[in-house]
């Protein structure tokens, strides 16, 4: 047995999930009602604490004290097994992450595989089980149409989804994230050519469809997790919540957590396969203009200091992607079925494909 | 080789773990009420429930499931090309073509499905 890897690794997790996953799904939602609120021209939650900054906790603490109620109508396993489903992709998905460099020279992400993002498309596209059950489980009507929309409009965008990364891996030749992550510190972030190695004209050619790439990969990540301008599953107005219409206490906290997470795991990879995930290069005029590497390499203090570094550039990179979700919210309006459906299917999919020929012909006639 | 997916089994124990104590501690801790057969009942915006509570539902659903399946399978291949482009792409643009041909005899079906108006939400 590896005891040194179990030890790391289940301190890598848990550290993951209590420090980083739960505190910011808390935050988030709070963000979520603050931003809106100013955004909206209202104040929001700003009681429990210092600017409502204990909400969470609060809310947390109502969820869990609320009657934990199942109808009798519902099927009884899946629907108690739907919330755990909803949550548990997100959670997992998170396994393949690179989140930092090196810390005590641990390297900072849980599990290293070589087949990297097949498992996130591999775990994340489980998370549709959770909202399908949940609204068959249920035996309502509101629910019911919810899980139907919701499973189809996932499906749809897991076709751009997959097609948008294609071009990276073209580009990397390798589907190991931390291998993503290196090309991008040795080549400068996918859609900002002007880092590393700038003066390379291919690399400023091939920025074009990687900009493609990003936005169409993006709007998916935004109609996979169901967030506005693409949230038919659960549009309030006409299906009162969709697929949680029927659940109550922690079961429907699992499937709000398990929503944020997917939100925050979605944005994780955004951002290692487009921002150069915990990479922030700081232009150097030592001996010539370069960009320097700061990481958790150096030795004593210098070295853990940089390892926390990477970390948090990489989190904030994340809270910034977070905050667009918010600002997309209030700033678009939902789109009708068929609307959604067409532009899944008709738009994005055509433009992901041609955009993979493109990158293509790049490499093929201007190899970098 | 398997060793570095330990870690992922043991996402997946934490993971599934939390999510069942997070369901035990809400049931232990959570209060509970009197079951009335009003509060049995699906809800409907307050209205009592009609018809029955899983509808029919648009056939579209399922072609779109299906379609998802065809095309699915087609991004599935697209992955390993992808990794050995940029090494082969070197001595012949034979890959790039192969791929061009394999993808314009799917396009084939895909314009089908689309003719046909498989997609077409509105019909």
Known sequence: ?368 | MIREYLPVLLQIIVAVGFAAAVLIVSVIVGKSGRRTRVKDTAYECGMVPQGEAQPRFGVKFYLVAMLFILFDLEIVFMYPWAVVYKETIGHSTLILWSMLSFISILMVGYVYALKKGALDWKK
Not at chain 1, 196 to 215: E, Q
Not at chain 1, 236 to 241: F, H, T
Not at chain 1, 330 to 347: A, S
Request: hydrophobic letters at 55%.
């Open chain 1, 1 to 368: 047995m590896d005891y040194f890897l179990i030890t790391t690794s289940l301190l890598k997790i848990l550290g993951i999930l209590f420090v980083i996953i739960l505190p910011m799904v808390s935050y988030t939602i709070y963000a979520e009602r603050r931003v809106s609120a100013f955004i909206q021209d209202r104040v929001g939650p700003n009681r429990v604490g210092p600017a409502g900054l204990f909400q969470p906790v609060a809310d947390i603490a109502k969820l869990l004290f609320k009657e934990d109620f199942s109808p009798r109508n519902a099927n009884t396993f899946y629907y108690w097994l739907a919330p755990c489903l909803a949550l548990i992709p997100a959670i997992v998905t998170f396994a393949v992450v690179p989140f930092g460099s090196t810390l005590f020279g641990v390297p900072m992400v849980i599990a290293d595989i070589n087949v990297g993002i097949l498992f996130v498309f591999a775990i994340a596209s489980l998370g549709v089980y959770g909202i399908v059950l949940g609204g068959w489980a249920s035996n309502s009507k509101y629910p019911f149409l919810g899980g139907v929309r919701s499973s189809s409009q996932m499906i749809s965008y897991e076709l751009s989804l997959g097609l948008a990364v294609i071009p990276i891996f073209l580009v990397v030749g390798q589907l190991r994230l931390t291998d993503v992550v290196r090309y991008q510190i040795d080549h400068g972030w996918m859609i900002a050519p002007f880092l590393g190695d700038w003066t390379n004209p291919a690399k400023w050619l091939l920025a074009i469809p990687m900009l493609v790439s990003f936005v169409v990969f993006s709007v998916a990540i935004f109609a996979e997790t169901n967030r506005l301008p693409f949230d038919l599953p659960e549009a309030e107005q006409e299906l009162a919540g969709g697929y949680n219409t029927e659940y109550s206490s922690m079961k429907f906290g699992l499937f709000f957590l398990g929503e944020y997470a997917a939100m925050i795991t979605g944005s994780a990879i955004v951002v290692t396969l487009f921002f150069g995930a915990w990479h922030l290069p700081i232009p150097s005029w030592h001996g010539g203009f370069h960009w320097a590497l700061i990481d958790g390499s150096g030795d004593g203090w210098r070295g853990i200091l940089g390892g926390l570094f990477n970390i948090a550039t990489f989190f904030a990179k994340v809270a910034v992607l977070l905050f667009v979700f918010i600002w997309v919210r209030w700033t678009l309006p939902r789109f009708r079925y068929d609307q959604l459906m067409r532009l899944g299917w008709v738009f994005f999919f055509e433009i992901a494909l041609v955009n993979i020929f493109i990158t293509a012909i790049i490499l093929a006639y201007y190899p970098a």
